[in-house]
């Protein structure tokens, strides 16, 4: 069931308060502490940790314990080092995971709606192990990460504007995480050439399913000029095809 009223305005005040002292929490502890104070003592979650995506989808190794991620002291024993000795076991499917952890929705949802399958599974079956029962990410700027969890299913926990509000915390915990931690400008959202605008519109017109004569034709431009423009975003993306690209494009907030 969802909380209750009272949670849900114990909550949201709980939050404004959290984000009128984030500039007074000093270390990044403080900062995830803090959240979680709040989360923890409006209902049923936790605060997992906080993370700075690293430079290209397949560099999750940069990901490290102390400098682009921090775990809050909520998190069960040995799920963290089970979960890197598991990563190294299965390095090529690390990314394919980490993108379906970073969807607008909660574990159970994901593992309800689009059944991982595979070597997929284990980062769902690992928390479940540990008593992760469910989890909601939250990804902020295009570069930092914040990550909830919980002991109980949060499908049925979690209103829209719950999810908003906690958006809204873990936006104000990033910015502040952002300016406590060393700038790496060559972390994801800031890194790579930018793509031009030439680009980004033969992206978007592939996105809504135009083929390379139909974008030639709304933009003006050669069909050789339009197929340039997408194999120089392909490359920009560091990305395999025209669908990968989109795709990216999609996530990154590129284009709508």
């Known amino acids: ?16 308060r959290y984000a009128s002292s984030i500039d007074t929490r000093a ?26 995506f690293p430079l290209r989808w397949g560099e999750w190794e940069r990901i490290e314990t102390g400098k682009t991620i921090f775990l809050h002291k ?36 994901i593992m309800r709606t689009l059944e991982p399958l595979g070597v997929e599974r284990w980062p769902f079956e690992l928390a479940m192990k540990y008593g992760i029962r469910d ?27 719950m999810r908003a509000m906690l958006f809204m915390g873990a936006s104000f915990a990033a910015i502040r995480l952002q300016k406590l ?42 069909e050789e000029t339009v197929r340039s423009h997408l194999k120089k975003a392909q490359a920009k993306l560091d990305v395999r095809n025209r669908l990968h690209a989109v795709a990216q494009a999609i996530r990154r907030h590129l284009i709508p």
């Open 1 to 16: 069931m969802p909380l209750s009223g009272h949670d849900a305005q114990k909550l949201g005040l709980g939050l404004l």
């Open 27 to 52: 270390t990044p502890d403080d900062v995830l502490d803090a959240l979680h104070k709040v989360t923890a003592e409006a209902g049923l979650l936790n605060v997992l940790g906080a993370y700075m």
């Open 74 to 109: 909520s998190v069960p024993d040995r799920w963290w080092a089970e979960y890197n000795e598991l990563k190294g076991k299965y390095p090529n499917a690390i990314g394919a995971i980490t993108q379906l952890s970073m969807s607008p929705f909660t574990m159970s949802e």
């Open 135 to 161: 989890s909601l990410t939250c990804p902020v700027g295009g570069r930092w990460a914040v990550v909830y969890w919980s002991r109980h299913v949060l499908s049925d926990t979690l209103t829209p504007e």
């Open 181 to 222: 931690v060393e700038l790496r400008p060559e972390r994801l959202g800031d890194a790579g050439p930018a793509l031009t605008a030439r680009e980004l519109s033969v992206l978007r017109l592939t996105s809504m399913g135009y083929q390379v004569r139909e974008t030639a034709e709304f933009l003006g431009l050669g």
